[in-house]
């Protein structure tokens, strides 16, 4: 994670080099500062608010808001934790802040980040069961049971990310190795860092990203079929209706569509229901691009860093990228609250009743409020009737 400067780590330069109070360079640190800036005060009002509003309205207490409000809390503490650090770390050449933070601040990016992208799948396979499998989603996929699962992955997280405690070092540099730099050991154990590089790539794109791309496409799949089979019926029904007119059955007609009034609304509350779907399917499918987008760059820059393929000391255009590269990462932890704002309406609404410290939440409570279950069941529905 941490992006690697021209350091020269044989220890030969001179002291000049390794000099903390050495001119800075505003027309590099200025962006930087900037980005982290806003990051640091989006993501912290954005994941303080998803939190707050998951927990206080009733109308938002799902079993995917539950595991939406455990991804804003790993993003915050990316936020508070590292984002002071790094921010910290700009106006200093060297590492002054000891050998507990140099190994604990990467350490706990890694855990942010494997919770996230765990979190991640856990949601897309939680929708899959309530799309594709309604009937098992109404015993698997409960609140009670996503708070055990979030547990989980929180262990698991903290767990799976201590091999960055072995290989984040805290380095003597200089002539008589007065100064410090916190790094990923490349002379020390260089088949470790190998390993660890390829292992946290698999770990938080690999592995979860092929489990999602098959929980979504499977999830589209059904939503497609369900779709179908509502256009059929659909074009069957207006068949019939103009059959009867044909024949002379005006009254008979009239009669079926009084009778069947409620039924128009039950296919416009379906309709209704569908688009919700959509919404919140792409939505969510939104998080996880973003997120491999903001992640994917850094990983495999890690990676071809520590097989050689690129040198570990950066120069130029390789220099930038890798500080962007890792600045993406870091702006990943404050996105998606927005996210949430411009793609749900129910999200938007709580953030606004939040902001605005409103007390009043029964005409918000009194709205209607879809659930992909629901949907899935209508759906479930529509396969049966179908068949018939």
């Not at 002291?15 to 903390?20: I, V």
């Not at 919770?115 to 098992?136: D, F, G, N, Q, W």
């Amino acid at each position: 994670m941490e992006e690697y400067d021209e350091y020269d780590y044989s220890g030969n330069s001179t002291e000049n080099t390794y000099d903390p109070h050495s001119f800075f360079q505003w027309n590099e640190l200025l962006p930087t500062l900037i980005v982290y800036s806003i990051t640091f005060i989006l993501g912290l009002v954005g994941n303080i608010l998803m939190i707050f509003i998951t927990f206080k309205y009733r109308r938002m207490k799902s079993v995917t808001n539950v595991f939406l409000a455990s991804l804003a809390s790993s993003d915050l503490i990316l936020i508070t934790v590292c984002i002071p650090v790094k921010i910290a770390k700009l106006f200093s050449y060297t590492w002054q802040m000891g050998a507990v933070v140099c190994k604990g601040i990467h350490y706990m990016q890694y855990v942010s980040a494997i919770c996230s992208v765990l979190t991640l799948t856990a949601i897309s396979i939680e929708r899959y069961y309530a799309i594709v499998h309604p009937m098992k989603a109404k015993y698997i996929c409960t609140i009670s049971q996503a708070k055990k699962i979030i547990l989980l992955i929180w262990i698991v997280s903290i767990l799976l990310a201590t091999p960055t405690l072995k290989v984040q070092i805290h380095l003597p540099v200089g002539r008589y190795g007065e100064y410090r730099y916190c790094v990923r050991g490349w002379d020390v154990n260089t088949k470790l860092t190998k390993f660890h590089e390829v292992y946290m790539f698999i770990l938080i794109f690999v592995g979860p990203f092929c489990i999602m791309s098959l929980s979504y496409s499977l999830i589209c799949w059904e939503i497609w079929k369900v779709m179908e089979r509502r256009l059929v019926m659909t074009s069957e029904e207006a068949l019939s209706r103009t059959h009867t007119s044909v024949n002379g059955n005006e009254r008979l007609l009239e009669g079926t569509i009084s009778n069947n009034g409620g039924k128009r609304n039950n296919r416009s509350n379906t309709r209704d229901d569908t688009l919700m779907v959509k919404q919140v399917i792409c939505m969510l499918v939104t998080v996880v691009v973003l997120f491999a987008v903001c992640w994917t760059p850094m990983l495999i820059d890690n990676v071809l860093t520590a097989y050689g393929v690129i040198h570990f000391m950066k120069f130029g255009t390789l220099k930038y990228l890798s500080s962007s590269f890792s600045l993406m990462a870091y702006f990943n932890s404050c996105i998606n609250p927005i996210i949430y704002g411009f793609m749900s309406r129910n999200f938007r609404r709580s953030f606004v009743q939040a902001l605005c410290l409103k007390t009043d939440t029964r005409s918000l409570d009194r709205e209607r409020t879809y659930s992909l279950r629901n949907v899935s069941r209508r759906g479930s529905h529509t396969r049966s009737s179908s068949v018939r």
